[in-house]
Nanobody, 126 residues
Framework: QLQLVESGGGLVQSGGSLRLSCAAS????????IAWFRQAPGKEREGVSC????????YYADSAKGRFTISRDNAKKTVYLQMNSLKPEDTAVYYC???????????????????WGKGTLVTVSS
């Protein structure tokens, strides 16, 4: 059974940093692309970043470029999202999702995912 559990959210001041974790169980992480999404109150869910299965190539939304870094530790079966220079507009619930043999890119955010986590709340105060 594919399961994803996010952690690492919290309250941080503008300009601060957080590292989100997405812990996987029930599947071999390297065979899955992992995508990070977020959903702010009253807004649609949007893709933030993703990392490919296999070669681990990455892709970032414009809002995340230069500030966020996605990485994967296959041994720990965990994907991380390091978020620096946080802004109040980054406030949202952040979700990770997995797709078997997926390739990172904007298309991934619009495809069906095999598993979703329940999310972790990030609040950035001004």
């Amino acid at each position: 059974q594919l399961q994803l559990v996010e952690s690492g959210g919290g309250l941080v001041q503008s300009g601060g940093s957080l590292r989100l974790s997405c812990a996987a169980s029930g599947f071999t992480l390297n065979y899955y692309a992992i995508a990070w999404f977020r959903q702010a109150p009253g807004k649609e869910r949007e893709g933030v970043s993703c990392i490919s299965s296999g070669d681990g190539s990455t892709y970032y939304a414009d809002s995340a470029k230069g500030r966020f870094t996605i990485s994967r530790d296959n041994a720990k079966k965990t994907v991380y999202l390091q978020m620096n220079s946080l802004k109040p507009e980054d406030t949202a619930v952040y979700y990770c999702a997995a797709q078997h043999l997926g390739i990172a890119g904007p298309h991934l955010w619009h495809q069906g995912m095999d598993s979703w986590g329940k999310g972790t709340l990030v609040t950035v105060s001004s």
